[in-house]
């Protein structure tokens, strides 16, 4: 969390909001609606696509989903 909290300080109110409700709202499990594809190579791990900020998280045992990272989408993204 001390990356996503990181990234987080760095943005400004308005993407701050957003990317904390969107956070929540993978947390809860609302992620219907969501742009969600599964990460090759990766049993539990998913990509959440929202607006221009990618979010990786994690399938645990008990069903319980963790973001592990959240980044802005550019060129680099998926290198």
């Given at each position: 969390m001390k990356n996503i909290d990181k990234f987080i300080d760095k943005l400004n109110s308005k993407?701050?909001?957003k990317v904390l409700g969107i956070i929540e709202q993978i947390k809860k499990g609302e992620i219907s609606g969501f742009n969600i594809k599964k990460l090759k190579g990766k049993?539990?791990?998913y990509r959440v696509r929202k607006m221009q900020f990618r979010f990786i998280y994690e399938v645990s045992a008990d069903n319980s989903l963790?973001?592990?990272d959240v980044s802005r989408k550019d060129d680099n993204t998926y290198n």
């Open positions: 993407d701050k909001i049993d539990k791990f963790h973001v592990i």
